[in-house]
């Protein structure tokens, strides 16, 4: 379904080519030619299989200017990822496939197969021991050679092949190239490309016999935690490394980090070290050991860039206590905020008893406001302490959440109006190898019995935010639930293991013999969302948690961003199977891999088809100009097949800005999802969160610090939509006065109906540098009345744009400027025809 789409896209563009255009002409073309297949040893390989072509075999022309047709997937981005030595051979049945060797040693191989050369397949990996099974014998194989282009040697392989192959792949670089040249247009350039441009007018007429009904939850957020999006951020725990579990290693770029970061012990003769003997819970082993010989003693915690109190409000203490066991009398313990400047902002003693570990609470009211305060611990009398899981959160949390959430924060995404919040990632979900793989069971129950670990993204996860907290969030918010599981296998971008043959990327799955387990964990998630307490202990565990009733989980995905391998396709074919038996209410969401398009993408799609995945998670990060030039993009999707949810997406311009430009491009493509609101279920936009001065990937759609929230541009868009979704929508006429291309595609609308409210929603977008004169006819939806316009526009590089609120006065049939670079939405309150 999805490979015949580009097909036909690519034969109408060559058959539009002018003479010359993208393809290289000879006066006389051979019937045959020598191909060169070769890949480039400046950067090992990292660029791809790159091909040349001969008439004579000595003077060798470079196809697409160097363009790579296929580049490894295995292992890391960036520092791996490498093609080395390709070789090229040829199947009877005319299919060609490329092997090579992933490293500089020559044991691990790659594989790919391409009927044309220019479409890959999956790519399988393999050891020398499996070479003959991957290469047969019968297998055309083609000579080495040396060849010199651009003046520089290479070694690859020669094959004879006809002109029309050669031809072939220079007109698939020539439509690359110009395709690219669309999506690179930007709106720096519009100055030229618009000049002289006049207003423009538009005409549209609803056509509401043709509406359909689209989904009702399109619209919602994606939270994983990178960028410090969760501890440190969500969370509102105030205390950094609480439970002393920092790991030697888990942030390569902080030299200190370990279990005692983040801390400090003050007074003279005081010192600090990590037991682990006699835990408080083995999911915790270390603690903080501190001896004293005399008052003046403290510990002291930094908190995440400091500790931002307010003055007035109250802060929960709690920490576990053990005293050494010559001790026998009341140990007293005096916890205090210290300001800054060094004064005491609050202050309480907390009591602990010999005889093992006593957790002690306290409520610490500070006096005034800082942004850089620091909780001290400090007990009263000498003696030996041991000290674990310290935590201090602010009482005003998010819906008074116990472990709750950072209200403002929040807030801020409920704000707007998620329909589905999808957790914990991401990248984050299927982690850094199969040891490295989210266990949903290890963030419940106890915080003392969670169990940490290290962020994919090179960090500590407490998993105080877990999945009890998620679900929670989830309900708080009127949202649905959409877990995310591992799929067996770990991140496509997973490291290699030095030693170990192919112990990286997604080639290291779950042992087939743990594949039963591993899914019987999925399984008790679903129970722990759904089932009776009284039946099931998973659900048993969600009631002690305080929350009896059960949290009515529907969908749940299993995958995410994967490379589509034989490993891959062995492991979640299991855990789909088993819960479409088992739990055959939960709706699966499958994964297509990272991109809108190539192998993984094409056989994500196939193996959904194969299977009937009921919803298929897409990902795409592009420039605005691929926004502007796809609006079409699911228009084209087959309805009988899954349906669609773009789990991720963003429009990325050249230093990363999160800006009008980028958030008006995403809000041009939103219109078209909702125009394919039938296929496309539901929509997120990613990143969702990240810290100052902690950021891993820009752009994130809100920014903070440990004193304030900073939506922005893209947040407002995304807020504008989802408070003002509908379920169904309704197709106009549209006349545009200009029949430029350009023009027309940076103009568009989108009309939609809430059953709920009888609501009647028309939304605008106008990507141009001057106005576009609306008149729209809804006569045949509502009779007009009182209506709320909301309107989001500056240039195209301001970053701090904020919409617009007013109360307007329409009539059935109404004219409407939209401003230069502007989002419009009108909605017309009361019952719709």
Request: proline share 5%; with cysteine.
């Amino acid at each position: 379904m999805k490979g015949l789409k580009h097909i036909f896209v690519f034969c109408a563009f060559a058959c539009t080519l002018p003479a010359g255009a993208g393809v290289h002409r000879v006066m006389a073309e051979p019937d045959s030619v020598s191909l060169f297949s070769y890949a480039t040893a400046d950067d090992d390989g990292r660029s791809g299989l790159r091909f040349a072509w001969s008439s004579d075999g000595r003077h060798w022309t470079s196809i697409g200017n160097g363009r790579s047709y296929l580049r490894c997937d295995y292992s890391l981005w960036g520092s791996e990822k490498r093609m080395l030595k390709p070789e090229m051979y040829r199947s009877a049945d005319g299919v060609w496939h490329c092997v090579w060797q992933l490293h500089a040693g020559d044991r691990e191989f790659g594989i790919s197969s391409s009927a044309d050369l220019t479409d890959w397949r999956r790519q399988t990996y393999f050891t020398d021991a499996r070479f003959t099974d991957c290469v047969p014998s019968s297998w055309t194989r083609y000579p080495q050679a040396e060849a010199v282009i651009g003046g520089v040697s290479y070694s690859g392989t020669v094959a004879k092949v006809a002109w029309a192959d050669v031809e072939r792949l220079i007109r698939y670089a020539g439509y690359n190239d110009y395709r690219q040249s669309l999506y690179n247009e930007c709106a720096a350039d519009d100055g030229v490309r618009f000049a002289g441009l006049q207003p423009v007018s538009l005409t549209l007429t609803a056509r509401p016999a043709e509406a359909k009904a689209i989904s009702n939850h399109l619209i919602g957020v994606f939270f994983e935690d990178i960028n410090y999006g969760a501890d440190g951020g969500l969370y509102a725990e105030l205390v950094q490394n609480r439970d002393f579990e920092y790991a030697e290693g888990e942030n390569g770029s902080v030299k200190e980090w370990g279990p005692a970061y983040a801390w400090a012990v003050e007074g003279s003769g005081a010192s600090m070290t990590i037991g682990t003997s006699s835990p408080i819970h083995p999911n915790n082993p270390h603690y903080a050991t501190i001896k004293s010989g005399s008052d003046g003693m403290a510990l002291v915690n930094s908190g995440y860039d400091g500790i931002t109190v307010r003055k007035g409000e109250k802060y929960n203490l709690s920490l576990f206590v053990r005293l050494a066991d010559a001790q026998t009398k009341i140990a007293k313990i005096r916890v205090s905020l210290r300001g800054s400047n060094g004064r005491e902002l609050a202050s309480a003693v907390v009591k602990a008893a010999p005889g093992g570990w006593k957790k002690l609470k306290a409520t610490l009211t500070a006096s005034e406001s800082d942004t850089k305060a620091s909780l001290v611990v400090a007990p009263v009398s000498a003696g030996t302490y041991d000290f674990d899981m310290i935590s201090l959160f602010p009482k005003n949390t998010f819906k008074g959440r116990a472990n709750g959430l950072r209200a403002d924060l929040a807030q801020t995404i409920a704000d707007i109006r998620p329909r589905f919040v999808r957790f914990p990632g991401g990248c984050v979900a299927h982690g850094q190898g199969i040891d490295n793989i989210y266990r949903w069971k290890n963030s419940i129950g106890p915080l003392e019995s969670r169990k940490p670990m290290k962020n994919l993204w090179g960090y500590h996860q407490t998993m105080g935010l877990g999945y009890f907290e998620y679900f929670q969030f989830c309900e708080d918010i009127g949202a649905m639930p959409l877990p995310v599981i591992a799929a067996g296998v770990p991140c496509q971008n997973s490291a290699c293991i030095p030693g170990r043959l192919l112990g990286g990327g997604q080639q290291e799955g779950i042992p087939l013999d743990s594949m039963e387990a591993y899914i019987q964990d999925i399984i008790d998630l679903i129970d722990y969302a759904n089932a009776d307490p009284k039946t099931n202990k998973w659900a048993r565990m969600r009631a002690e948690a305080g929350h009896p009733k059960p949290f009515n989980l529907k969908y749940i995905g299993i995958g995410n961003e994967d490379q589509i391998t034989d490993v891959f396709e062995e492991r979640f074919t299991m855990i789909y199977e088993a819960i479409r038996c088992r739990r055959p209410g939960i709706t699966v969401v499958g994964t297509v891999g990272p991109f809108y398009e190539g192998s993984d993408y094409e056989e994500g799609w196939a193996l959904a088809d194969k299977l009937d995945v009921p919803v298929v998670d897409e990902h795409y990060y592009v420039a605005p100009g691929w926004f502007i030039h796809n609006q079409d993009f699911y228009d084209r999707y087959d309805r009988s097949k899954s349906k669609v949810y773009l789990g991720e997406y963003a429009a990325h311009l050249p230093g990363r800005p999160n800006n009008i430009e980028t958030a008006l491009s995403e809000a041009l493509y939103l219109t078209s999802v909702e125009r394919n609101g039938d296929v496309v279920e539901m929509a997120s936009y990613a990143p969702l969160l990240a810290k100052k001065g902690h950021t891993q990937w820009n752009p994130d759609m809100i920014y903070f610090d440990n004193g304030s929230v900073s939506p922005t541009v893209g947040y407002y868009v995304q807020k504008m939509f989802g408070n003002n979704s509908g379920d169904s929508y309704v197709p106009v006429d549209r006349t545009l006065d200009n029949s430029r291309a350009d023009v027309d595609l940076r103009v568009a609308s989108s009309v939609v109906v809430d059953s709920n409210t009888g609501d009647v929603i028309l939304k605008l977008v106008n990507m141009l540098p001057v106005e576009v004169n609306t008149t729209a006819d809804l006569s045949s939806l509502t009779d007009g009345g009182r209506a709320s316009l909301t309107v989001l526009s500056g240039s195209p590089s301001d970053t701090n744009a904020k919409p617009v609120d007013s109360s307007v006065t329409f009539g059935s049939k109404f004219s409407y400027a939209m401003p230069p670079y502007s989002l419009s939405v009108i909605r017309m309150s009361g019952k719709s025809k």
